[in-house]
């Protein structure tokens, strides 16, 4: 499979807690998005990188917040003090800058998700 | 207001019916477009970017109305499968889309 991994796929942690996620891109995509998903909502924007570089991060990513992409191939995204309001699935979605008619706007490909659940 | 707006639905449609979303989005400097389908519990999968000449693929055809800042998704001849939620996303160019919260979509028999 050549799409988009994630791991893990579900995790349930207690309230302060931290959690880490990793995200595998498509091989020839050198931008990786983090997004967050609740019910009946839209996925969030939370930041992404191009190759290693973190080129923005959404208000919504609070210092408890961080994430990596340290070779610019997989990422991670870890949430310090884990809060109740964090629940959601965190989405990964990779693009290939050059790809498609609108070179720099590529289409993004989503991986499964990290379903979060914070008791 | 948010950035991208979509009319949640849903909307329930008997087999063979057309359908077709708009979304709305509030920044002129977007510079692409794509529609995705959701499944229950599942991630977004891409169904069609929009080009500013539009575009169509088989029973699905989308629509960029830059002048009203929308664009619209047509599915004909729909088939129970096409039950799904349907998000638009909106890129300015800074590397991440925005999303409406989707519309869902339900074919019954």
């Known amino acids: 499979d050549t799409g988009v991994s994630q791991d893990p796929r579900h995790k349930i942690t207690k309230r302060g807690q931290n959690v880490t996620f990793r995200c595998d891109p498509i091989?020839?995509?050198?931008?990786l998005y983090w997004y967050r998903q609740t019910l009946g909502q839209g996925p969030e924007f939370l930041t992404y990188?191009?190759?290693?570089?973190?080129?923005?991060k959404s208000r919504l990513l609070s210092d408890r917040f961080s994430a990596e992409r340290p070779k610019g191939s997989f990422s991670t995204l870890e949430i310090q003090r884990t809060e109740q309001g964090d629940s959601a699935m965190y989405l990964c979605?990779?693009?290939?800058?050059?790809?498609?008619?609108?070179?720099?706007?590529?289409?993004?490909?989503f991986g499964p998700g990290t379903r979060l659940t914070v008791l | 207001r948010k950035e991208v707006e979509q009319d949640p639905g849903p909307f329930n449609v008997p087999e063979g019916a057309t359908v077709a979303f708009n979304c709305t989005y509030s920044?002129?400097?977007?510079?692409?477009f794509f529609w995705y389908r959701q499944d229950c519990r599942k991630e977004p999968k891409l169904l069609m970017s929009?080009?500013?000449s539009g575009n169509e693929d088989g029973r699905f055809t989308a629509q960029l109305n830059r002048a009203s800042q929308y664009i619209s998704l047509l599915i004909r001849d729909s088939k129970l499968s096409d039950s799904a939620t349907y998000l638009c996303?909106?890129?300015?160019?800074?590397?991440?889309?925005?999303f409406g919260d989707g519309t869902t979509l339900t074919v019954k028999p």
């Open positions: 920044n002129s400097a977007s510079q692409s």
């Open positions: 990188f191009q190759n290693e570089a973190q080129l923005e």
């Open positions: 979605a990779s693009s290939s800058r050059d790809r498609g008619p609108l070179a720099g706007l590529g289409e993004q490909f």
């Open positions: 929009v080009y500013s």
């Open positions: 091989s020839e995509h050198n931008r």
């Open positions: 996303a909106v890129n300015a160019g800074a590397g991440k889309s925005t």
